[in-house]
């Protein structure tokens, strides 16, 4: 017998008491954007949607006609249903208010509408990342510090991985469960439960070509994994880099693995390139319920204060024994 999203959710409300029922309408409302923007990914070409915007984000990134379309179906989808406050996105300056017009909730959205844009035009594996979270004073309107809470305050979590299957990952702190889109009924199955990383890897996922660039750290852990067999970890590595975060972590709660995209010398001013509110809380809330761990070299991500809504953050996650010894090389 299948099980699809919204009997999973169902179920989980009544069974666990784990989400309340507008939780759940914002759960069901975020898959089913998600797969608006499947749609839109799986037409490519003859769709238009491929190709440059010819505008810029907040963090001065060229737009992609992509990002822009995945970004207004996730709004669109969202802004009517009486369950949020407000949204935040990747692709959107500040925070967006629900219109007046509509009721307002008490959660707060944020997203990464559609991560790996590099990977747009090559028909390489892209996704949706969303980080849930609650409006914590329980009164009246809504401002950005509403949403600077650690990520370890989420409520739910996930992204949606647009490949050669289009799978939605989420969390509701019950473990991870993953949803293949069964296109011919128009709705996301349960195909897995109880995601577990292995907590040993031979398999680690850098932008190689930044190396030069590393802290000392970073260079030590790659160096010794590079040795191989004959070196001080006694094994052969494997990488992969596919440079859509959804890809690489998705490899990883599939078969373990360590991913890094680190603090470098490029910009010494910037904590990072990844951001922690809307890629590294939620997939670092995602690889702990699958029994890794995520760390910034020096402190555990999920407990990281944020100051600021676009703030960056350096990112190492994964099988949970590589990821603690990354962070142990940071201690010295
Ligand atoms: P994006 O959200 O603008 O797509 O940027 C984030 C992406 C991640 O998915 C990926 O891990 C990284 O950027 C790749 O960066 P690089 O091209 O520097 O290797
Ligand atoms: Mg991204």
Same mark, same amino acid.
Not at 112 to 118: F, I, K, M, Q, T
């Given at each position: 017998m299948s099980v699809s999203l919204s009997r999973y959710l169902v179920e989980q409300q009544r069974a666990k008491g784990k989400i309340p029922p507008e939780l759940r309408l914002l759960l069901e409302v975020v898959a089913r954007a998600c797969k608006s923007v499947s749609h839109a990914v799986n037409k490519g070409a003859l769709g238009g949607v491929l190709g440059s915007a010819e505008s810029e984000n907040v963090q001065g990134e060229v737009q992609k006609k992509l990002d822009i379309i995945a970004n207004e179906v996730l709004i669109e989808a969202n802004e009517w249903g009486g369950h949020l406050a407000a949204m935040a996105s990747e692709e959107m300056d500040s925070i967006y208010l629900v219109p007046n017009r509509y009721p307002q909730g008490e959660y707060l959205l944020l997203f /990464?509408?559609? /991560?790996? !844009? !590099?990977n747009i035009d090559v028909n390489v594996s892209i996704g949706t990342i969303f980080s849930v979270l609650k409006k914590t004073d329980g009164g009246q309107g809504v401002s950005e510090a509403d949403f600077l809470q650690p990520g370890k305050q989420q409520v739910a979590a996930g992204y949606c991985i647009y490949g050669p299957q289009t799978t939605l990952v989420l969390t509701v702190g019950d473990g991870v469960a993953m949803f293949t889109l069964a296109r011919e009924q128009g709705s996301f199955v349960l195909t897995q439960e109880n995601v577990q990383i292995p907590a040993d890897t031979k398999e680690f996922a850098i932008n190689m070509s930044n190396m030069r660039h590393w802290d000392a750290p970073v260079r030590r852990y790659i160096d010794e994994c590079l040795q191989g067999q004959e070196g001080v970890r006694g094994k052969d590595f494997n990488m992969r880099w596919i440079a859509s975060m959804v890809a690489d972590v998705h490899r990883i709660l599939t078969r373990g693995g360590i991913f890094m995209y680190p603090w470098d010398k490029r910009e010494p001013n910037k904590p990072g390139k990844l951001r922690l509110m809307y890629e590294a809380n939620p997939m670092g809330w995602l690889v702990e319920q699958a029994g890794g761990a995520a760390t910034n070299g020096r402190q555990r991500i999920l407990d990281i204060q944020p100051s600021q809504l676009h703030e960056r953050v350096s990112v190492i996650l994964g099988s949970k024994n590589e990821v603690e010894r990354v962070r142990s090389y940071h201690q010295g």
């Open positions: /990464d509408p559609l /991560d790996g !844009s !590099s």
